[in-house]
């Protein structure tokens, strides 16, 4: 039996250019996406940027946690005049961030066989423990799972901030009044940052289907005490949507 979500509300929480193609999946599996985006995304340029293109030449590994950080930073590359990436090899956590780099004509040298923070660093180690300086892309709300392990391990590295994350409090009526009307089958949560937008727009934290992208985020809703249905294996869109239509075939 093909996988469906008869119809499903699926509450979206991700910054609104990512929603779109979330809303697409859904519809294509019969549920019926409700766009509030909770995160607003804008790049960043600071004396930070403008020292590391200078020298850019320096790192062997650029290192891409998100499909934000891969375009604020060739927004940057190209505001420096950055020259193409032949000498550098590139890592990403997951295929998601990969499909962003290709779009700039890049391919990932390595992608973590798990999509989150803490099997990057390890794999990452495993396989290249001696590899020469590296470049962290980041947000302003990254977490410090990759500095901390490479830091612990020795591996030169180097951090820049790229792109902020801001809460989206434009949203906050509409999230509640659509919570209030209960007519929201699922709530989705794609980062632990979606998680913390939540709790800071809602009213109050109702019961609900909830649904975490992975692990991490799993972690983050459970500090704030949301119980969600047990993240998929792989930690991508297409898998939460699949957790959540086997949750509605089994009744």
């Not at 990512?18 to 909770?38: D, W």
């Not at 998100?66 to 956590?93: I, T």
């Not at 947000?139 to 612990?152: A, C, H, M, Q």
């Not at 609900?208 to 992975?214: A, D, F, L, S």
Request: glycine share 4%; charged share 25%; hydrophobic share 35%.
């Amino acid at each position: 039996m093909e996988e469906s979500l008869h119809e499903s509300k699926i509450l979206i929480t991700r910054e609104a250019s990512q929603a779109k193609e979330f809303s697409k999946k859904v519809k294509e599996l019969g549920g019926i996406p409700v766009e509030v985006p909770l995160l607003a995304i804008s790049c960043k340029d600071t004396n930070a940027s403008k020292s590391i293109f200078s020298k850019v030449g320096d790192y062997k590994w650029i290192f891409f946690t998100s499909a934000n950080g891969v375009h604020c930073f060739f927004s940057l590359a190209k505001k420096y005049h950055m020259k193409q990436l032949q000498e550098h090899r590139l890592a990403v956590v997951g295929h998601k961030t990969d499909q962003a780099l290709k779009k700039y004509g890049y391919q990932a040298d390595f992608i973590p066989t798990t999509y989150h923070a803490e099997a990057m660093a390890e794999e990452f180690l495993q396989k290249f423990p001696k590899e020469g300086k590296v470049l962290l892309i980041r947000g302003n709300l990254s977490r410090d799972t990759l500095p901390v392990e490479f830091t612990k391990h020795n591996v030169p590295h180097d951090l820049l901030e790229v792109y902020e994350t801001g809460y989206n409090y434009a949203m906050k009526a509409r999230l509640n009044e659509l919570l209030a009307e209960d007519i929201i089958d699922f709530v989705t949560f794609t980062s632990p940052s979606t998680v913390e937008a939540f709790v800071e727009i809602v009213d109050r934290i109702p019961e609900k289907n909830y649904v975490c992208i992975g692990t991490t985020t799993e972690q983050r809703a459970l500090e704030f005490g949301i119980q969600s249905l047990k993240p998929p294996e792989e930690f991508t869109i297409e898998a939460m949507l699949e957790t959540i239509c086997n949750y509605i075939k089994k009744g």
